[in-house]
C-alpha cells in the first residue's frame, strides 16, 4: 500500500464528510470497494479536482492502482483531465512503466500521441525508459513513429543515446517505418548519435537499415568524425567501428564546417591513420586554419632534451610522413598548398627529414615492382587493389613486405587485404545474384545470367562492402526459407 501523505491525514482530521475527499482518498490509497460504494450511492464528480488541482484517476495512475484506473473509467472517469501539471494520465503512467495502466487508458481513449507539459511524446518516455512492451503497444494503438520533441529529436534519437541502448526497441522503431536519417535542431541523424555514444553492433544495425553514412550535421560532421568522440568503447572496438563505417562507403575526405577531413580528427591514432590513408585519405587536405593533418614542429632552437622530445614523432605522424612522400614518388596531388606545407614541414623537422631519406630507399623498390604495367605504389594510390588482388606480384608483396619494406609494410598490408576483402564479397554477391537469376533447372530467369563476367564486376563495383555483405545475407536468408519450407511440405 502507498505510504501516508499529508492529504491523508487532513482527510482523517478536517475533511472525513467531504465527498470529494473521500473520492481522491480512496482512488489514492486502492480502497476499490469504498469507492465503488461511494460512486454508486454519492454520484460524485469522478474528473472534479482536488485542492492540489489534480483528479482522482491522477492519484490511482501514479500510486499504481490498477483495480482503481479500471474502477474511474469504467465509472466515466475522463482519461485526458490533466493532472495540475498539465500532463495527462497516460503519461504519467508511460513514465512510470505501468504497462496495465497504459493499456486500460489507451484503450478507453487517453491519446496515445499525448505529449508531456515540456512537448515530448510519451513515445519518447518509453523509449528513454527502455520499455519495449510500451514502445510496442503504443506504436501499435496509433502512436505516431516520427514524431518530434522541441529539439526536433524523433524517436530513433531518443532509442540510440543514453545507457543500455535497446536492439529490441530500435528494430521495433524501425518495423514500424521511423525514417532512420531524420536529423535534430543540430542537423545529427541517429548515425551521428551512435556513432559517438554507442556500441558497434548498434551502428551496423542502423547502417544496415539504411542509415546514411554520410549524412552531414550544422558543423559538417559525419559518423566518421563524431566517432572520435566515443569513450564507451575500447580503442579496439572504435577501430572496428572506423573500418565498418568505411567498408559502408564513408568519404574518407570530406570536410566539416571547419575544413577538418577524418584523418586531421585521428591523426593521433596510429592504426585508424593508416586504415584511412589505405582507404584513400589526402594526407595533403589543408583545413581553415591553413593545417594539413600533418603538422610538425620545426628545427629546435636550444639542442635541450625537451625540444628534441618535441621533435620526435609518434607512429602516426610517422605513417603521415611516409604517406606524403609516397605521394610526393607518385607524383599524387603535388600541386597542392597542402603538400607544399608537408614538404616544408618534412624538412625542417630533423625526425622528419631522417624518416624521409629511410622512405626514400624503400620507394625506390617499390617503384620498380609492376603489375600489368604500373608501379604497386600507383596501383595501390588508385585503389585498384580490388582488382589486383590476386595477382600474383601483388601476393607477393603482401608475403614479403614486412621484410622487404618495414616502413610501408602498413600501408601495402592494409590497402592490399582491403583489395582481397573486397574482391571475396564481390565474388560472394556475384554468386548469389547469380543463384538467384536461375531457374531451378539452373537456365537463365532473366538476362543477368548472360552478361559478361567483366560486365557484372563493374556493375557491382558501385556498391559499397556492406551492400555487398548484404546480398549475400539476403540470399543465405532465402535459402533458409526455401528449406524450411520443404520440411513442412510446402
Not at 519518447?124 to 520499455?131: E, F, G, Q, T, V
Not at 531524420?182 to 551512435?194: E, Q
Not at 586504415?275 to 581553415?288: H, I, P
Request: proline residues 4%.
Amino acid at each position: 500500500m502507498a505510504p501516508f501523505s499529508t492529504k491523508d491525514v487532513r482527510y482523517f482530521f478536517t475533511s472525513k464528510e467531504k465527498i470529494t475527499e473521500k473520492l481522491h482518498y480512496y482512488a489514492r490509497r486502492g480502497l476499490t470497494d469504498k469507492l465503488r460504494k461511494l460512486i454508486k450511492h454519492a454520484k460524485p464528480d469522478l474528473n472534479v479536482l482536488d485542492d492540489g488541482g489534480d483528479p482522482c484517476l491522477y492519484h490511482a495512475v501514479v500510486n499504481g492502482q490498477v483495480e482503481v484506473v479500471k474502477l474511474l473509467i469504467d465509472s466515466g472517469a475522463d482519461v485526458n483531465v490533466p493532472a495540475a501539471d498539465g500532463n495527462s494520465c497516460i503519461c504519467f503512467a508511460v513514465a512510470n512503466g505501468q504497462k496495465d495502466i497504459v493499456r486500460l487508458l489507451a484503450d478507453s481513449g487517453a491519446d496515445v500521441n499525448a505529449t508531456t507539459a515540456q512537448s515530448i511524446p510519451i513515445l519518447h518516455y518509453a523509449i528513454a525508459n527502455r520499455n519495449t512492451d510500451i514502445v510496442r503497444f503504443l506504436l501499435d494503438s496509433g502512436a505516431n513513429v516520427n514524431a518530434t520533441d522541441n529539439d526536433g529529436n524523433g524517436t530513433l534519437h531518443y532509442a540510440c543515446i543514453g545507457k543500455g541502448i535497446n536492439l529490441e526497441i530500435i528494430r521495433t522503431l524501425l518495423d514500424h517505418g521511423v525514417n532512420a536519417n531524420a536529423v535534430n535542431s543540430d542537423g545529427n541523424t541517429p548515425l551521428h548519435i551512435v556513432a559517438e555514444h554507442a556500441t558497434p553492433n548498434i551502428l551496423k544495425f542502423l547502417v544496415n537499415h539504411g542509415a546514411n553514412v554520410n549524412a552531414q550535421n550544422n558543423k559538417g560532421n559525419t559518423a566518421l568524425h563524431l566517432a572520435s568522440r566515443n569513450r564507451r568503447v575500447s580503442n579496439l572496438e572504435n577501430t572496428k567501428v572506423i573500418k565498418f563505417l568505411i567498408d559502408s562507403g564513408a568519404d574518407v575526405n570530406v570536410p566539416n564546417q571547419d575544413g577538418n577531413t577524418p584523418l586531421h580528427i585521428y591523426s593521433t591514432t596510429h592504426p585508424i591513420v593508416v586504415m584511412l590513408l589505405s582507404a584513400g585519405a589526402n594526407v595533403n587536405a589543408v583545413n581553415n586554419s591553413g593545417k594539413t593533418p600533418l603538422n610538425l614542429r620545426s628545427h629546435p632552437t636550444q639542442d635541450s632534451i625537451a625540444d628534441r622530445m618535441l621533435n620526435s614523432l609518434t607512429n602516426a605522424q610517422l605513417a603521415l610522413v611516409s604517406h606524403a612522400n609516397m605521394m610526393e614518388c607518385c607524383n599524387k596531388n603535388t600541386d597542392s598548398a597542402g603538400f607544399q606545407q608537408n614538404k616544408k614541414n618534412i624538412i625542417s623537422n630533423p625526425r622528419a627529414a631522417q624518416h624521409k631519406q629511410e622512405c626514400q630507399k624503400e620507394l625506390e623498390e617499390l617503384s620498380k615492382i609492376n603489375v600489368n604495367g604500373k608501379s604497386i605504389l600507383n596501383v595501390l594510390l588508385d585503389n585498384n587493389a580490388t582488382r589486383f588482388a590476386n595477382h600474383p606480384t601483388v601476393v607477393a608483396v603482401l608475403e614479403s613486405c614486412e621484410e622487404k619494406f618495414p616502413i610501408y609494410a602498413p600501408f601495402l598490408k592494409s590497402s592490399i587485404e582491403v583489395g582481397i576483402n573486397r574482391r571475396k564479397l564481390m565474388q560472394s554477391a556475384l554468386k548469389s545474384i547469380d543463384d538467384v537469376c536461375k531457374n531451378k533447372d539452373n537456365t537463365p530467369r532473366n538476362y543477368w545470367n548472360v552478361i559478361p563476367q567483366e560486365l557484372k564486376e563493374n556493375i557491382l563495383k558501385y556498391l559499397n562492402n556492406t551492400d555487398l555483405s548484404n546480398i549475400q545475407q539476403d540470399n543465405k536468408k532465402k535459402d533458409v526459407n526455401k528449406n524450411k519450407s520443404s520440411s513442412l511440405g510446402i
